[in-house]
């Protein structure tokens, strides 16, 4: 059972950060579960910061 919950909080947060890779803004977060939404928006987060740093700022 843990298992399966953390696949889904993992694939929830690869979504995110592609999300954010690609430009998406938070808003287009697809989950509504406070857990899945949370990591959702921490890889989108992450991505977003790492756009920034890799492309300076822009």
Same mark, same amino acid.
């Given at each position: 059972?843990? #298992?399966?919950? #953390?696949?889904?909080?993992?694939?929830?947060?690869?979504?995110?950060?592609?999300?954010?890779?690609?430009?998406? /803004?938070?808003?287009?977060?697809?989950?509504?579960?406070? !857990? /899945?939404?949370?990591?959702?928006?921490?890889?989108? #987060? /992450?991505?977003? !910061? !790492?756009?920034?740093?890799?492309?300076?700022?822009?």
């Amino acid at each position: 059972m843990k #298992r399966q919950k #953390r696949d889904r909080l993992e694939r929830a947060q690869s979504k995110g950060y592609q999300a954010g890779l690609t430009g998406k /803004t938070k808003e287009c977060c697809p989950y509504q579960e406070t !857990d /899945t939404r949370a990591q959702w928006l921490g890889g989108w #987060r /992450t991505a977003v !910061d !790492d756009r920034v740093s890799f492309f300076g700022g822009k």
